[in-house]
């Protein structure tokens, strides 16, 4: 079992930025694919950025040259750093990921979510 916990989340003002970070817990050999996604009230959940081993990323088209995803490597952590934050970037961001288990298992597994409130 793997367990995510993010943070990072809180109130930040228009303008400025925030940095998320992911932790992974469990028998995990490699992460080969994470990233961050957000619920924005009454919207669905989205992509922010997600990475793959080896290097490709990817970023959601309304965050694209305000956020970098970094990963230290290829288990732990995964961060996100979003600059010049809207408004609009209020949400609940959750962290995903999914690899191979020490048991050679796959795992697939989101985080509990934290939340940041961006005020105008």
């Known amino acids: 079992q793997v367990t995510l916990v993010e943070s990072g989340g809180g109130l930040v003002q228009a303008g400025g930025s925030l940095r998320l970070s992911c932790e992974a817990s469990?028998?995990?050999?490699?992460?080969?694919?994470t990233g961050w996604y957000r619920q924005r009230p009454g919207k669905q959940r989205e992509l922010v950025a997600s990475?793959?081993?080896?290097?490709?990323?990817e970023y959601g088209d309304s965050v694209k040259g305000r956020v970098t995803i970094s990963r230290r490597n290829d288990r732990n952590p995964v961060y996100l750093q979003m600059n010049s934050v809207k408004p609009e970037d209020t949400a609940v961001y959750f962290c995903?990921?999914?690899?191979?288990?020490?048991?050679?298992?796959?795992?697939?597994?989101w985080g509990q979510g934290t939340q940041v409130t961006v005020s105008s």
């Open positions: 995903h990921a999914a690899g191979l288990l020490r048991s050679f298992k796959g795992f697939d597994s």
């Open positions: 990475t793959v081993s080896g290097g490709t990323t």
């Open positions: 469990g028998s995990i050999v490699s992460i080969t694919s």
